[in-house]
C-alpha cells in the first residue's frame, strides 16, 4: 500500500465523505489513491480558497469534519484564507497539500522544485498544527485529527511531498 492509498485508507475509517479541492502534479497520487478506494467523495471547486471554506462550511452545518485538499505552490497559497477563516472561528479543518518532491534543506533554496516552498513553516501561524510528513506517519494524521477537534479547534496542515505520496506506507 502506497502513502497516497494509506491517506484514503485513513479517511475512510475516519468516515470522512468529502475532499474539497483542486487537482494538480502536487497531490495528483492523493486524488487518485482517494478515487480509486471510492468511499470519500472528490469536490472540485473553482479555487482553493473556496475548498477550505466548502470544508469548514460543510463542518459547520453537519458536525462532521471534512478535509480540503490542495496541491503545491499556489494551491496552497490560495487556501489561506479560508484556513485563516477557520481559525478565526474555531472549525476543525484537515488541510492535506501535496508538495514538490522533499528533496531540499530547510536553509538552501526558497523554492523547491517549479512552486514548492515550506508550505508547514507558513501554515504553522494560522493552524494549531502543521507537519511536512516527508517521512509519512499516519500518526501525525491521527494526531492532526485528535487536534483539529480538541480544546478549542482548529485547523491542521500536513503537507505529504508528491514522491512520499507514492512510496509503500510503513
Known amino acids: ?22 487537482i494538480g502534479a502536487g497531490n495528483l497520487a ?10 470519500t467523495r472528490l469536490v472540485s471547486v473553482h479555487h482553493e480558497q473556496a475548498a477550505a471554506m466548502a470544508a469548514s462550511f460543510y463542518q459547520r452545518t453537519t458536525g462532521r469534519i471534512e478535509v480540503c485538499l490542495v ?3 499556489a494551491g496552497s497559497t490560495n487556501a489561506i484564507t479560508g484556513v485563516m477563516a ?19 534543506k530547510r536553509d538552501g533554496p526558497r523554492v523547491r522544485g517549479v512552486q514548492g516552498y515550506a508550505t508547514d513553516e507558513v501554515a504553522a501561524h494560522f493552524t494549531k498544527y502543521a507537519i511536512d510528513d516527508a517521512c509519512y506517519s499516519s500518526r501525525n494524521l491521527e ?5 483539529s477537534m480538541s480544546g478549542r479547534p482548529g485547523p491542521v496542515w500536513i503537507d505529504i511531498a508528491r514522491n512520499i505520496q507514492t512510496v509503500e506506507a510503513h
Open 143 to 147: 494526531y492532526a485529527y485528535q487536534l
Open 1 to 22: 500500500m502506497t502513502v497516497a492509498e494509506a491517506v484514503a485508507e485513513w479517511l475512510d475509517e475516519k468516515g470522512i465523505r468529502h475532499a474539497f479541492g483542486i
Open 30 to 39: 492523493l486524488w487518485e489513491a482517494i478515487y480509486r478506494k471510492g468511499k
Open 86 to 104: 477557520a481559525w478565526m472561528d474555531s472549525t476543525p479543518l484537515i488541510v492535506i497539500s501535496g508538495n514538490e518532491p522533499s528533496i531540499y
Open 71 to 73: 496541491t503545491t505552490g
